[in-house]
């Protein structure tokens, strides 16, 4: 491969291994931001097949939440604050929030996913018009936002610190007559536009 002597072939190539070294670990931090996914949503007064579910007058305004948080690269630990979860009934923001928890803030360590379930009080969602049409075949539409802080633990050659970053995203979702969002994947949240 080279004419002179291995040491010097060897001298060559060490710039290029450690470029390549380099770079991934600069690739690996990159992907430590997280993915938020929304696993299941779960409307118990819109299941149809349940009579006992539903009541006109006093309805069941629950709803169950299953939250993904992921990571491509699980290279850094990260922190996250409390988690506000908001939904709206349809797919802008218009017509105000009908309901909203908080999930507990938590230290995800160096797993690749994490799973957290909110239970929210929807008193606000018009159930009666909600019923009607998921009755009628169609489905609802409900938006997810959710919205937290997050530290990630970087170190370099001196010392450990903590870097804070903010961050908002949001899906539309479609639940129908049996009380479950249509997808039967996880649904991406992407980062919400205000």
């Known amino acids: 491969m080279c004419s ?5 072939c060897c001298l060559l190539l060490f710039p290029l291994v450690f ?3 380099v770079i991934v670990v600069t690739l690996a931090y990159v992907g430590v931001k997280p993915i938020f996914y929304v696993q299941e949503l779960y409307v118990p007064s819109l299941n149809t097949s349940n009579p006992h579910t539903h009541n006109a ?3 069941n305004t629950s709803i169950i939440i299953d ?6 690269i699980a290279y850094v630990a990260i922190r996250y604050e409390d988690i506000n979860v908001t939904l709206y009934y349809g797919p802008i923001r218009s017509s105000g929030s009908v309901g909203s928890a908080i999930v507990a803030g938590f230290y995800q ?3 690749k ?3 957290r379930r909110a239970v929210l009080d929807a008193r606000r969602l018009p159930w009666e018009e ?3 049409r998921v009755s009628g075949g169609s489905g609802v539409a409900v938006r997810v936002e959710v919205s937290t802080g997050y530290m990630l633990r970087r170190c370099d050659e001196d010392h450990c610190y903590y870097t ?12 129908d007559g049996s009380g479950v969002e249509v997808s039967k994947k996880a649904t991406r949240l992407k980062k919400l536009v205000v």
């Open 4 to 8: 002179k002597p291995t040491w010097i």
């Open 19 to 21: 470029s390549l070294i």
């Open 57 to 59: 007058t006093n309805p």
């Open 130 to 132: 909600a019923f009607a």
């Open 67 to 72: 939250l993904k948080f992921k990571r491509e």
């Open 113 to 115: 996913t994490a799973r």
């Open 109 to 111: 360590g160096r797993k």
């Open 164 to 175: 804070a970053n903010e961050v908002a995203v949001a899906a539309d979702l479609v639940v």
